[in-house]
């Protein structure tokens, strides 16, 4: 294997890792990027622990591969199966995990107008010990309530894919219907693909939504100084599913035109 220079490697399962992807590029001065989609594989909330942790290796060694010395598990499902055991077998390397930011209601001055909260999690990572045990140190009297979406990933995947169709928005509705009743006023994003429709969510349930994602790449940042000024133009990019298997160069107008649903909710295109 080639020795890692320098570079941020980042991977998920698909595109919901564009929501750290974004902010890393917003914090981070300018260096390689590199991001790999595990489309093959997705989505990797409906796998086992033994297959995201497979998944995960093999993807470890492509980014080192690439010029990596960072690798940035941008998936709440990755993390909660498979960091620990990378960071086991990878002693060298620097990584970076996602969980969910429940710690809102101790940082109320943070967050104005927070008076109720709940996370939302995909199933693998709402029924992993490791975040039973984050949720029972940061909230033990149960003040932030745990709702799973099983569905909510693959719906964002589609919205992002084809648009907000009235079929997607009727199914995002029923994906939703159980939150209703909780009179929220924050809503946690215990998914990385959660973000990504953060202002359709937030038209929905009329709730104001919490990313992880701004945490996730200062930290980044820290563990990765680098010098430099600005900020990168391009990431490198692969999807696991495509026929050869190459890095493509994409710029950050298309990822900005992926993110189209996560601030305003509305499409710019349309």
Not at 109 to 116: A, H, L, N, S, V
Not at 148 to 174: C, F, M, W, Y
Not at 186 to 206: D, K, M, N, V
Request: aromatic share 6%; net charge negative; proline share 6%.
């Amino acid at each position: 294997m080639k020795k890692a220079e320098s570079g941020i490697g980042i991977f998920d399962s698909g595109i919901g890792g564009f929501s750290i992807l974004h902010e890393i590029i917003r914090k981070a001065p300018p260096v390689a990027i590199n991001y790999i989609s595990d489309d093959a594989y997705a989505p990797y909330g409906e796998k086992t622990d033994s297959e995201i942790i497979q998944r995960s290796r093999m993807i470890t060694e492509m980014l080192l591969i690439s010029g990596s010395s960072v690798v940035v598990v941008a998936c709440n499902s990755a993390t909660a199966a498979a960091i620990s055991t990378l960071r086991k077998e990878y002693p060298e390397v620097p990584f970076v995990g996602v969980e969910p930011y429940i710690n809102v209601l101790n940082h109320r001055d943070q967050f104005p107008g927070i008076t109720k909260a709940a996370v939302i999690t995909t199933e693998l990572t709402g029924h992993s010990e490791k975040f039973r045990r984050l949720k029972n140190r940061i909230d033990p009297d149960g003040l932030v309530q745990h709702v799973i979406t099983p569905g909510l990933a693959t719906i964002v995947e589609k919205i992002l894919d084809i648009g907000l169709n009235t079929n997607l928005r009727q199914q995002l509705h029923s994906e939703l219907e159980p939150l209703r009743k909780l009179e929220l006023s924050h809503l946690i994003l215990g998914c990385t693909h959660y973000p990504l429709i953060a202002g359709l969510i937030e038209q929905e349930l009329g709730v104001k939504t919490v990313s992880p994602a701004p945490n996730v790449a200062e930290r980044v940042v820290d563990v990765f100084p680098a010098e430099g000024e600005g900020h990168c133009s391009s990431f490198n990019y692969l999807s696991t599913s495509s026929r050869n298997m190459e890095w493509e160069v994409k710029d950050t107008d298309y990822l900005d035109s992926l993110l189209r649903y996560s601030e305003t909710g509305k499409d710019p295109q349309k």
